[in-house]
């Protein structure tokens, strides 16, 4: 092959690699449980868990949180959420920090900045005579601090 035209199928292909890799890669929202744990003075003074479902979805360093309310969805399909009531989107930093903004849908409410954390570790269990590794994963955010919490959690296991 001559000189010139190698350079016509290496630049080409130079040029797909350098895009490739400049484009960042969408990754699927996975399903996750949700709480929210706030005051309610109803009745005096005390916290008031309130669970649903949550989609956490992490494209490079940028994070999306999508609830769903447990009270909202009802009897529904597994596949079927029901209404989204709060949107947040962020940065997740180095140091496994969120900076925020968290919205609630269909409400008047302006969107509040928020800053949560994201943990996640494995460990090994034994289940019957097999070995599982289970990753544990939490982020959670205190909103205003002592006000309400809200906080999605994750399990998945693996064999070791």
Not at 36 to 65: C, D, M, N, Q, T
Not at 72 to 96: C, F, K, M
Not at 114 to 130: A, F, H, L, P
Request: charge should be positive; aromatic fraction near 10%.
């Amino acid at each position: 092959m001559s000189r010139p035209a190698s350079l016509f199928i290496r630049i080409p292909l130079l040029l797909a690699m350098i895009l490739a890799t400049g484009i960042p890669r969408a990754e699927a929202a996975e399903l996750w449980d949700f709480i929210r744990v706030g005051k309610s003075f109803a009745s005096g003074p005390k916290w008031v868990p309130k669970g649903g479902k949550g989609e956490v979805a992490f494209r490079g360093s940028k994070i999306e949180l999508r609830v769903f309310d447990a009270a909202d969805s009802g009897e529904a399909a597994p596949d079927q959420l029901g209404r989204e009531t709060i949107r947040i989107v962020g940065t997740l930093g180095s140091d496994r920090t969120i900076q925020a903004t968290c919205t609630f849908l269909e409400t008047d409410a302006n969107p509040l900045k928020i800053t949560g954390r994201y943990i996640s570790r494995d460990e090994v269990q034994t289940w019957g005579d097999k070995r599982k590794i289970v990753t544990q994963s939490e982020i959670v955010f205190p909103h205003p601090p002592n006000f309400e919490f809200f906080g999605f959690l994750r399990q998945f296991a693996r064999d070791e």
